[in-house]
């Protein structure tokens, strides 16, 4: 089946600095991917639409200018978060419809554990 | 607009008795249906998926789910809760345009007792 994969799993940063989060298909073409974010025991809330080759598409509140999202090949998505803070601790999900499904079935990456220190 | 509702944030069941996680979708087309399961620290599984069909739907590790459009819902069951079922679960909704996000309820989560 339809694999995606996120580096890196974890990563700590010292507040003020920027990282970047990747987001690959492996075995699929994704012209569109999803970046969601989730707070401890909460659920997914939907942060952009990644667009290969064009602009990514943000969801109401949130800063296009502070997660900077990079779709530059059918396989690669990402997601950096610029100047971070401790509030933008969370969990980074990325997900790609597959043509395999139809588009409808998006198939996730495992997440990247994100710590602002 | 879609929207998911899954009721009762927490449920807790005893090893062995029925696991029912509730859910109740809004749409004003027709809907795709998916039950994710996170485990701690990890992304999202896909349990089982309604799309078009049977609306009884059969997923991984003996899940089911069935589509009740009338009442607006996809309840997830097990009929034997097992401890490695304990975990998160999600409910969400595809519009019926190919290639757009999921939507999410709140989660639910299953909480298994010896």
């Known amino acids: 089946g339809a694999v995606v994969s996120q580096h890196p799993s974890w990563v700590i940063c010292k507040s003020g600095t920027s990282v970047k989060i990747e987001c690959r298909s492996l075995?699929?073409?994704?012209?569109?991917m999803f970046w969601y974010r989730q707070f401890p025991k909460q659920s997914l809330m939907l942060m952009a639409t990644?667009?290969?080759?064009?602009?990514?598409?943000?969801e109401q509140g949130v800063e296009k200018d502070k997660f900077l999202i990079n779709h530059a090949s059918l396989t690669l998505s990402t997601l950096t978060v610029t100047s971070a803070h401790p509030e933008d601790s969370s969990f980074y999900i990325c997900?790609?419809?597959?043509?395999?499904?139809?588009?409808?079935?998006?198939?996730f990456g495992p997440g990247t554990r994100l710590t602002v220190t | 607009a879609q929207s998911v509702t899954q009721l009762g944030s927490h449920v807790s069941v005893s090893e062995g008795a029925l696991v029912l996680l509730r859910c109740n979708y809004s749409?004003?087309?027709?809907?795709?249906l998916f039950w994710y399961v996170q485990y701690p620290n990890q992304g999202l599984q896909l349990l089982l998926k309604?799309?078009?069909?049977?609306?009884l739907v059969k997923g991984i590790n003996g899940f089911e789910a069935e589509f009740k459009k009338s009442e607006t819902s996809f309840h997830l069951t097990k009929p034997s809760a097992h401890m490695s079922d304990a975990a998160e679960y999600f409910c969400?909704?595809?519009?019926?345009?190919?290639?757009?996000?999921?939507?999410f309820g709140k989660g639910t989560t299953l909480s298994v007792s010896s």
């Open positions: 749409s004003s087309v027709p809907p795709y």
């Open positions: 075995d699929f073409q994704a012209t569109t």
């Open positions: 990644s667009n290969e080759g064009s602009k990514a598409t943000y």
């Open positions: 997900s790609a419809p597959s043509a395999l499904a139809g588009g409808y079935e998006q198939y």
């Open positions: 309604y799309t078009t069909g049977a609306t």
């Open positions: 969400a909704v595809s519009v019926s345009q190919a290639g757009t996000a999921l939507i």
